[in-house]
Structure formats: structure tokens, C-alpha cells
């Protein structure tokens, strides 16, 4: 049976509840009423009048070939930094597990990253590949690989895909340890007198039994992918070259706030708030339901 | 199929040495029980065998071969752990088909070899459930049946009734002896309870402190034991011990033995224990007792009696009689008399002594 806690009066309870609706509701319900309330006006650059187009500017944004194309790169974009993510947290996780001596060490370098913020994140790949003073670009060029993300579409892309996967490998990491060490010893050993060796017991055993784990950071590290990544492609790329790493959070900024369509720029707001909320479903359904041996 | 010989087995983990040097050699068909108290080091000889634990320094043969460096693979050895491990999100055929697979074995064998294991253990209709659809004692006939059919040369067991509660424990327990005797394949079996070990062993391997105390027959182990350990553990319940102040030969006052003809002390033992089953004691006569003491209290099981004495110096102890037999009430004044040749010596060390 749950316990429950009864409160006396109806004042506490409320009060104990404002500070939550209060955040809730002026940095989520009013910017996304804004939102949706703007997304229907073309304003002046200026802001001094607006003229009123109804779903203009959603039917203008899907037919329109930069913003299809920016979808196409957000799918890219996050289907790469998931994949890349989680596979090498898993490696890692895999590792870490195996690992007698020194785990600790291990494990709390390998748990770094996630300290570092997005931004920063960006500035420190920037500098190591930067074209002009890049480390790494530098000795690619003595290996005879001239690299240049400036003016390199795939090159760019991969640069911001493998940033944005670093600083993520740290969260995916704790989630798959902790889901490792969840599986019972006893299980793998049995897996093991029944003859299998290690990456087949991996494959039949360990990997689905930490399956639930492995749903619930795809969703997760998709929506990271979405939404805050915003940084790191600011700083590398700003969204270039030619739009090759503008991804649709980004493009929310760049036409807004660059371009002042701040029309188009709230309807895109919009169609990601309907994307996030797709997501968000999806992941709370699953989460609901985890698979309960 | 096979025969097991473990030779001055040792196992230290970092530096603390748990197991201290155990001999045995197992014949074929077999059914040794390895029996003792939790952290007595019986669980890691089992993983030793089983390969899941490196051995130290000694030697595990198995069939005549060396098996120290194999893994557990390549020992053709079967495994029932405690909590039966299963694999949980596999259905009960795949479980046992799993190691089949690995194998390689044909698809039409594998289906036939679970299903007449399914048969053997009655768990056909519950092929296809997964085993949290299965009750304790189903779940653990599946770990059973995927030990059995892989066929392999040993069976190792480690607590595999712990789990079960008491009366699916006794069942399971008759259906596990049956099963080894008609399947004929060596065993290996652990547990921490007396009455398994006694029940079902061949021969047990009593353990006490990583060391193995006595190897025998259930009935030598009990009849005849080698340590005071042994005498304390198996039997339940357990053996009498009275310090060597209760008694002095020829004593006769109150809480103090009367009469006993050997005497160890005598031949040079400091401080002896003398050991004696409650079976082997009787109430008797203020007369004939040869020790007295104050009845404390009394556990009345229906086919038998416990009397539970407090002795004149504090010492307790437990008479076993028929539940037919009186039973005197508490705070009466009981006599107790018994047979020289039931006695048991112990020296300060709790090595047995001639007596």
C-alpha cells in the first residue's frame, strides 16, 4: 500500500505547489502562448505594426526548401550524435565493468565531461580543428588531409556531431554502468557454464536485459540533440557552411534573432514545441512501462 | 561419467586465505554434499570446481584432467545457483535450449532433448512462459532441466532449495536425489542445512573455517565425528557438550557426573570437553543419575520431546525421549543417565580424542 500524507488544510499544499506552476508558467505556458500568438503575424523589423496572416507563415515554411533541409540536417545531425553517443558509452560502460584495479579512477574520468557546458564544449574542438591555428588540423595537413570545416560541409557536420557527442558520453555512460552492474552476477556466470563466452553472452544476454536502459537514452539523448546542442554549433559553425549544420533549434535562432522574421521564427518554435511533445510522450509512455523482469 | 579429485585446494583472496587445503576425491556417480555454516568457504570450492573462482594453489581434476586454467565452458559441468539465475526474458524452452544452441546442436535435437527434459520434470505446459510467470518451485525445476539437458559430466549445486519454503524444500529435495540416481551423474552439492546434507549425500564434506573437517558416509559423520565442530553441527538438536569442570571421576554433587570409567584427563588432556547426543540421554532415578540438574524448559514436537536441564554449574543441557515418555514439569529436579560407550572426548583444540 502507498502512504500517503494527509494535509490538514488546503493552503499548504497549494503553496507547496506555487514555486513549481510559477516557473512552469512564465517560462514555459507564456513564451509558448507568445509563441503560438506571433506565429500568426508577419511583424515589421521594427516591431511597430504587424500584419496578421493566419497559418501563413506555417504553409510559407513547408514548402519552403531551407527549412525542409534543415529538417533533413536535425535528423542527421541527432541520429549521428545518438548513435555515436550511446555505442561509445556503451563500449566505455563495458569496459569500466570489466575492470578490477582502478575502476574508480576510471569511472570518475570517464564522468568528467559532463561538467563541461556545451559552449565551452564547442570552443575546445574548435581550437583543436580550427583551420588557422587547429592542433589537430595542423598535423592532419603534415598527414596531407586538408582540413577545412569552414568551408567543408560533411567535414562540419562531423566536427559538431563529434562534439556534441563528447560531452554526452558521459551522461549515457553513468545510465548503462548503472544498468550493467543491475544485472545479476549469477545470470552471466550461468550464461557462461552454458558456453558462452564473452560477447556472445553480451549479445544474448546483457544487451537485452539492459534494454529498458537503452530505449530510455535514445529518447533522451534524441531530444539532446534537438534542443541542446544550440551551443556547441554556435560556437563551431554557426549553422554554415551553407546552412550544412543549421539544425531546426538553430534556424529558430538564426532567422529570428539574425534574420528579425520573427514570425516565421515563432511558427518554427511551434513545430518544434509539437516535435518536443511527440518526444515527450513517447518517453513517458515507456518510462511508465519499463520492462519488469 | 566422471570423477572429480580436488588436491590440497587452496584460495586466498587478496591476502586473506579462505580456504585452507581441501583433499577429496570423488567417484563416479556420486552424490557428495559439501556442508557447513555461511562463511565457511563451501560456496567458493564449489565456484572453484565450476571455474568461476581461480584456485590459488592445489589442484581441481576433473575426469582425470587438470582444469585449474579452463573456463567454465570447456569443464562440461552443469550449474543450479541459489537464486536460480535464469535468463529473465527468455521463455522456459529457451532457457534451456540456450546452451544447446551454443553447442551448435541440431535444431530437431535441441527440441527433442527439452522436451524430454520438460517431461522428466513435468514442465511441458509451461514451455512457453517466461519464469517470472512461474512460481518458486517451477523456476527452480527450470534451472534444473537446464542443467540436465546439456548431459554433462557434473552437476554442481549451490543451495538450490534456500528459496523454496519448507515443504516444496522436502519435496524438491526426495525429487533431486531420485533424479541424480536415475541420470547417474557425479554431484556436487552445497547447502547450509544439516538435513539436506544428511539425506541426500553419499558422502559429505563438512567445512568449518575453510577447512574440511570430516569427509564420510552421513551415518560416520554422525555416528563417529572427528571434531567437536562436526559433533555440534550435524545432528539437530545438537550435541551435549560438558566442560571438563563438570565432571571429576567419582564425583557425585550436584551438576558434577557421576561414575564415568574414562577418564582423559587423566592421560594427560588439559581441559576436555565431553560430547553426548540428547537421544543418548534418559531420565532416570534420583539413584541412577549420573548427572542432575533443573528442568528449564521443554519443547513437546508430538513424536518426540525435548527437555531442555540447566546443570548445577549453568552448563545446558537437551534430552531427546519419545513423545510418548513423561515429560516432568518446569523447576522439577530431573536425573540423567546414559551409556559410557555413547561418549564422546574432545581435547581444547575440539579434535577428538580416544577416551
Redesign the interface.
Known amino acids: 500500500m502507498d502512504k500517503r500524507v494527509t494535509f490538514g488544510g488546503w493552503t499548504l499544499p497549494y503553496l507547496l505547489l506555487l514555486p513549481q506552476v510559477a516557473v512552469t508558467a512564465v517560462f514555459f505556458f507564456w513564451p509558448a502562448a507568445q509563441a503560438i500568438y506571433q506565429s500568426a503575424f508577419i511583424p515589421d523589423p521594427f516591431g511597430l505594426k504587424a500584419l496578421f496572416v493566419g497559418f501563413g507563415n506555417f504553409s510559407f515554411l513547408l514548402t519552403d526548401p531551407f527549412y525542409l533541409a534543415s529538417f533533413k540536417t536535425t535528423a542527421v545531425f541527432s541520429g549521428l550524435v545518438t548513435i555515436v553517443s550511446m555505442a561509445l558509452a556503451l563500449w566505455l560502460a563495458i569496459m569500466a565493468d570489466r575492470i578490477i584495479k582502478g575502476s574508480g579512477a576510471y569511472r570518475t574520468l570517464l564522468i568528467w565531461p559532463y561538467a563541461v557546458a556545451p559552449a565551452v564544449a564547442g570552443v575546445l574542438w574548435l581550437f583543436m580543428f580550427s583551420p588557422n591555428v587547429g592542433l589537430v588540423s595542423w598535423y592532419l595537413g603534415v598527414l596531407g588531409y586538408d582540413w577545412n570545416h569552414v568551408l567543408n560541409p560533411n567535414e562540419a557536420m562531423g566536427l559538431v556531431v563529434v562534439a556534441s557527442s563528447w560531452s554526452r558520453i558521459s551522461y549515457n555512460f553513468l545510465f548503462f554502468l548503472a544498468g550493467l552492474q543491475a544485472i ?1 552476477k ?2 552471466i ?9 564473452f560477447w ?1 553472452r553480451f549479445w ?2 546483457v544487451f ?2 539492459l534494454s529498458p536502459v537503452t530505449f530510455f537514452l535514445l529518447v533522451v539523448n534524441v531530444v539532446y540533440a534537438f534542443f541542446e546542442t544550440f551551443g556547441v554549433i554556435h560556437t563551431i559553425t554557426s549553422g554554415g557552411p551553407q546552412q550544412a549544420t543549421t539544425i531546426l533549434v538553430y534556424k529558430v535562432y538564426s532567422d529570428g534573432f539574425v534574420g528579425q522574421d520573427l514570425g516565421s521564427s515563432a511558427a518554427q518554435s511551434v513545430i518544434l514545441l509539437l516535435v518536443v511533445g511527440a518526444l515527450t510522450v513517447i518517453q513517458f509512455r515507456y518510462i511508465e512501462r519499463r520492462v ?2 | 561419467m566422471a570423477t572429480i579429485s580436488l588436491k590440497s585446494v587452496r584460495k586466498s583472496f587478496a591476502r586473506t586465505e579462505v580456504i585452507h587445503g581441501v583433499d577429496i576425491d570423488i567417484e563416479d556417480r556420486e552424490f557428495i554434499v559439501i556442508v557447513g555454516p555461511s562463511g565457511c568457504g563451501k560456496s567458493t570450492l564449489l565456484r572453484m570446481v565450476a571455474g568461476l573462482e581461480t584456485v590459488t594453489s592445489g589442484d581441481v581434476h576433473i575426469d582425470g584432467k587438470r582444469v585449474n586454467d579452463m573456463e567454465p565452458m570447456d569443464r562440461n559441468i552443469a550449474m543450479v545457483f541459489q537464486n536460480y539465475a535464469l535468463y529473465p526474458h527468455m521463455s522456459v524452452f529457451d532457457n534451456m535450449a540456450y546452451g544447446l544452441k551454443i553447442a551448435r546442436t541440431p535444431k530437431p535435437e535441441i527440441e527433442e532433448r527439452v522436451r524430454a527434459t520438460a517431461k522428466l520434470l513435468e514442465l511441458e505446459p509451461f514451455l512457453a512462459r517466461k519464469p517470472r510467470q512461474l512460481s518458486g518451485g517451477q523456476r527452480q525445476r527450470v534451472a534444473m532441466g537446464r542443467a540436465i539437458v546439456r548431459r554433462p559430466a557434473v552437476f554442481l549445486f549451490d543451495e538450490p532449495l534456500s528459496n523454496l519454503d519448507a515443504k516444496l524444500r522436502v519435496q524438491m529435495r526426495l525429487e533431486i536425489k531420485a533424479l541424480q540416481r536415475q541420470l547417474g551423474v557425479t554431484s556436487l552439492y552445497v547447502t547450509h542445512d544439516q538435513v539436506e546434507a544428511m539425506t541426500l549425500a553419499d558422502r559429505m564434506i563438512v567445512m568449518n573455517a575453510g577447512e574440511a573437517d570430516q569427509v564420510g558416509t552421513p551415518m560416520e559423520v554422525y555416528k563417529d565425528p572427528r571434531t567437536a565442530f562436526v559433533a555440534g553441527f550435524i545432528g539437530s538438536p545438537p550435541m551435549n557438550f560438558l566442560p571438563a569442570t563438570t565432571f571429576a571421576p567419582g564425583g557425585g554433587n550436584d551438576g558434577l557426573l557421576k561414575g564415568l570409567t574414562a577418564n582423559p584427563a587423566a592421560a594427560g588432556n588439559n581441559r576436555p570437553t565431553i560430547g553426548i547426543r540428547p537421544e543418548h540421554l534418559r531420565l532416570c532415578d534420583g539413584a541412577d543419575g549420573r548427572l542432575s540438574g533443573t528442568l528449564q524448559y521443554s519443547e513437546i514436537l508430538g513424536a518426540e520431546s525435548l527437555i531442555h536441564l540447566v546443570l548445577g554449574d549453568g552448563v545446558m543441557l537437551t534430552v531427546r525421549q519419545s513423545g510418548n515418555a513423561a515429560v516432568p514439569e518446569v523447576g522439577e529436579k530431573c536425573h540423567v543417565t546414559f551409556d559410557d560407550a555413547d561418549v564422546c572426548f574432545f581435547d581444547s583444540d575440539g579434535k577428538r580424542i580416544a577416551g
Open positions: 545479476p549469477s545470470v556466470e550461468a550464461a557462461a557454464i552454458d558456453g558462452a563466452h556472445r544474448t544476454i537485452p536485459l519488469h523482469y
